[in-house]
């Protein structure tokens, strides 16, 4: 009896390291090879003049944090104003994976890109010089640690994670709500070497 115990959670440690094994795999074919090739053949149709994508991960529905900004640009008649929601934590993975595929298809002829969170979506991307990408937040100011910040701590992925799957790279413009704060954005989005991104 005493040895059936101890198997089980060897077991359970084995299944576990193999599923997150496998996860890993996923993520860096879908990051590194998939929405990058996708993304290229998408990108062969020229730009959408007008053509505005507000990006949510999780949300359902438009968030409070892009309710203005979509709702008065809906109401330029020049602009073809869409809202994608991935479901990240609404699906299953297999579908969730399905979703980043077709909105990385919708993104390669957006003129314009409105995100509110971090997004190794956007990132993973060859992107376009043509298509602009803003950073609005889902939050003012700098009152929490997020991304390069969290590294290595309970609630943050590890520091290699988050170099190997960077959540702020392709950023046009960062919306920060003071210069005082712009440091600790820089910190966060490892974007010392382009302080021009945050717009003061």
Same mark, same amino acid.
Request: glycine residues 4%.
């Given at each position: 009896?005493?040895?059936? /115990?101890?198997? #089980?959670?060897?077991? @359970?440690?084995?299944?576990?390291?193999?599923?997150?094994?496998?996860?890993?795999?996923?993520?860096?074919?879908?990051?590194?090879?998939?929405?990058?090739?996708?993304?290229?053949?998408?990108? #062969?149709?020229?730009?959408?003049?007008?053509?505005?994508?507000?990006? $949510?991960?999780?949300?359902?529905?438009?968030? $409070?944090?892009?309710?203005?900004?979509? $709702?008065?640009?809906?109401?330029?008649?020049?602009?073809?104003?869409?809202?994608?929601?991935?479901?990240?934590?609404?699906?299953?993975?297999?579908?969730?994976?399905?979703?980043?595929?077709?909105?990385?298809?919708?993104?390669?002829?957006?003129?314009?890109?409105?995100?509110?969170?971090?997004?190794?979506?956007?990132?993973?991307?060859?992107?376009?010089?043509?298509?602009?990408?803003?950073?609005?937040?889902?939050?003012?100011? @700098?009152? #929490?640690?997020?991304?390069? /910040?969290? @590294?290595?701590?309970?609630?943050?992925?590890?520091?290699?994670?988050?170099?190997?799957?960077?959540?702020?790279?392709?950023?046009?413009?960062?919306?920060?709500?003071?210069?005082?704060?712009?440091?600790?954005?820089?910190?966060?989005?490892?974007?010392?070497?382009?302080?021009?991104?945050?717009?003061?």
């Amino acid at each position: 009896m005493n040895e059936i /115990s101890e198997k #089980k959670p060897l077991l @359970a440690r084995v299944k576990g390291a193999v599923f997150h094994r496998v996860r890993q795999w996923a993520k860096d074919l879908l990051l590194f090879r998939i929405l990058p090739g996708e993304y290229r053949r998408a990108a #062969k149709q020229p730009i959408q003049p007008g053509k505005v994508v507000f990006l $949510e991960n999780k949300e359902p529905t438009v968030p $409070e944090s892009f309710e203005v900004l979509y $709702e008065r640009l809906s109401c330029v008649p020049e602009l073809d104003v869409e809202f994608i929601s991935l479901g990240e934590t609404r699906v299953r993975l297999r579908q969730y994976y399905r979703n980043c595929i077709e909105a990385v298809r919708d993104l390669a002829t957006a003129q314009c890109v409105f995100l509110n969170d971090a997004s190794n979506v956007v990132s993973c991307l060859p992107l376009r010089e043509e298509t602009t990408v803003v950073q609005l937040w889902h939050g003012c100011g @700098a009152f #929490k640690k997020w991304g390069m /910040s969290t @590294a290595d701590l309970i609630f943050g992925g590890s520091r290699d994670e988050i170099l190997r799957h960077p959540f702020y790279k392709n950023l046009s413009l960062v919306t920060v709500s003071s210069p005082e704060v712009v440091w600790a954005y820089e910190e966060a989005m490892v974007l010392q070497d382009e302080p021009a991104l945050c717009s003061r």
